[in-house]
């Protein structure tokens, strides 16, 4: 199983801004780690995070571990997939 997660600031940027720096080390360990395989911010002020093959708990898992969502910065939805065609190597 896949996961989209959106990203939804819920505080204002210069807020948000202030754990960045945490943020993006975190994100950096999770894609070094291959649980993270695409993330970026949206046009619309948020972000898109792409999760590899495990299950909703580990997704969830993810997501409990950005600072963002420690500090009530941001709020995740997910939406599960199955894979059914892939390009080889995920």
Do not use: C, K, N
Not at 21 to 42: F, M, Q
């Amino acid at each position: 199983m896949f996961h989209v997660l959106t990203l939804t600031y819920l505080q204002p940027d210069d807020i948000v801004d202030r754990t960045r720096p945490a943020h993006l080390d975190w994100l950096a360990a999770e894609v070094a780690a291959g649980r993270v395989l695409l993330a970026g911010r949206t046009e619309a002020r948020g972000a898109v995070l792409v999760v590899g093959d495990m299950s909703a708990a580990e997704a969830d898992a993810v997501i409990a571990g950005d600072p963002y969502t420690q500090a009530g910065l941001a709020r995740y939805d997910r939406v599960s997939f199955t894979a059914g065609f892939r390009a080889s190597g995920l």
